[in-house]
């Protein structure tokens, strides 16, 4: 059986008879399985090639006794350690030669089922001592170019991504060898600059796509394009109102009930949480009241295995929070980070969570702009919901705008982070600088990435790292205004 299939749901009539006695004992015995969320690079996240079996850590969220870790989609030998935490058995033959193994999590049925929103990376890969980049291929993309998560739209093992094209959003599909061809056009409702976020939200084993809609402009309304597996989509339910666009989605399975839910961020100041119907549709379950919300993700920062919000508030406005899930898919109070009032960096990310000392915690970074430079910023977490006081890389960017991301870049098992930033007021040239990990969440001193062609490659809108051609070294996508470039390492 294909463990990225979604398990059939033929229990779920027994649940839904049991609930109509008055026995509730019987009815937890059918409850159903959550969707399993993979979050932040297992350990380890890169081995060398040849270098025999081993046991994976993988982390997340939704874990479930009888858990399935997949390598590339072929499942493994799994421990439950909690449900947070699996260990998967890795076969001397999966790492023979370069590649690399992207990791999923399926939960069992009733309910469960793969982690289509979410992935881990393992590169099988001798270190290197920095990037060494190919001539990117670029793709056209309208007046912006907002890559969603990358995702499988086609269901061939191989990624691929969608951009904003004005009004519309296009899917391309991945060759594997890191160019990507023409796939389908999923929507022209569009509103431009919206989130976009992917996950398979009716349960057929394909990735669909949630999206701000309205190309006229707000106010908006979320979205549904529901995929076919063959990279092209059809029209799927539309919901709620916004007095503003959506800036930021995730997905997840709040409420741990075997559909994804949804939380969105408005350009306002709402955070408001859906409840996936398991048909591609949402129930608005709840709205959160904050000062500018600006960005949001997931993670588990509290060990409980249930997933939690960290919520980034936009510059002047108050900083950086955690909600802590109840797993009924509603959040307790905002717990304070970083109340430093000037972060964010520019359109791209500005948040993102990993592990950069390899303790299996969830970990934050993000970043603030001034008038003469920028930083990048690090709290460790503790695992309680606590972080460590968080300390600085520094970014000389012009203005403080800039966009980072994260990942083992030399394949030496340590979270590294990359920056793309202008150099001077005239915008006209750029640097892009690699901070390679310690291993224990500090840094080295940068070190110049130079990226080939005459351009001076601009990832305004965001970097989003991927090992697309699964050579063992990890590439990029830079979101350039109008344009995607892929970056393929040599």
């Known amino acids: 059986m294909n463990p990225n299939s979604r398990y059939p749901k033929s229990l779920r009539w027994i649940a839904a008879a049991t609930a109509l006695l008055s026995f509730p004992f019987v009815s937890l015995a ?65 790492v023979a030669t370069t590649t690399a193994g992207y990791i999923t999590v399926t939960n069992p049925p009733p309910g469960g089922g793969v982690s289509s929103s979410s992935f881990g990376l393992v590169e099988v890969h001798a270190p290197t001592a920095t990037i060494v980049a190919r001539k990117p291929h670029s793709y056209f993309s309208g007046n912006g170019a907002l890559v969603l998560d990358l995702a499988d739209f086609n269901n061939d093992g191989i990624l691929d991504f969608a951009a904003e094209h004005g009004s519309e959003i296009v899917v391309r599909l991945g060759n594997g060898d890191g160019t990507f061809r023409h796939g389908s056009i999923a929507t022209r409702n569009y509103f431009n600059d919206a989130a976009i976020a992917t996950g398979d939200f009716n349960n057929d084993g394909n990735e669909d796509l949630v999206f701000g809609a309205d190309p006229n402009g707000p106010p908006t309304q979320l979205q549904v394009a529901l995929g076919h597996g063959d990279g092209k989509f059809s029209g799927g339910s539309r919901f709620w109102y916004f007095g503003e666009y959506s800036l930021g989605m995730a997905v997840g399975d709040f409420n741990r009930d075997g559909n994804l839910d949804l939380v969105s961020v408005s350009s306002c100041c709402t955070l408001s949480v859906f409840l996936g119907q398991g048909n591609g549709s949402f129930k608005h379950l709840a709205e959160y009241n904050e000062l500018g919300p600006y960005e949001v993700l997931l993670a588990d920062f509290n060990g409980d295995g249930i997933l939690d919000l960290a919520v980034l508030l936009g510059t002047g406005d108050g900083g950086l929070f955690i909600r802590l899930g109840n797993g009924d898919g509603t959040f307790q109070e905002p717990r304070l980070v970083d109340s430093n009032p000037h972060l964010g960096c520019g359109f791209g990310t500005n948040m993102l969570v990993s592990d950069f000392n390899g303790d299996g915690k969830a970990d934050l970074a993000y970043c603030e702009e001034d008038q003469n430079s920028g930083k990048i910023w690090v709290a460790l977490g503790s695992g309680d919901g606590t972080f460590k006081k968080p300390v600085f890389l520094p970014v000389p960017a012009y203005g403080g705008v800039f966009t980072f991301a994260a990942g083992d870049f030399n394949s030496d098992g340590k979270t590294d982070l990359i920056a793309n930033y202008f150099t001077s007021g005239k915008f006209d040239k750029t640097e892009t600088d690699l901070f390679l990990g310690n291993g224990d969440g500090t840094f080295q001193h940068k070190k110049i990435v130079n990226l080939p062609g005459a351009p001076d490659y601009n990832a305004e809108e965001g970097i989003v790292p991927a090992d697309l051609n699964s050579d063992g070294l990890l590439d990029f996508i830079f979101q350039e205004p109008g344009a995607v470039s892929v970056f393929v390492q040599k």
């Not at 399993?36 to 874990?63: D, E, M, R």
Request: charged residues 10%; without cysteine.
């Open 30 to 94: 059918f409850a159903n399985n959550p969707i399993p969320t993979v979050v932040g690079p297992p350990v380890p996240q890169a081995v060398v090639p040849g270098s025999g079996a081993f046991t994976l850590k993988v982390y997340g969220a939704n874990f479930v006794s009888g858990a399935v870790v997949n390598w590339n989609r072929r499942p493994r030998s799994t421990t439950f350690v909690s449900a947070r935490e699996l260990h998967a058995q890795i076969l001397a033959s999966d």
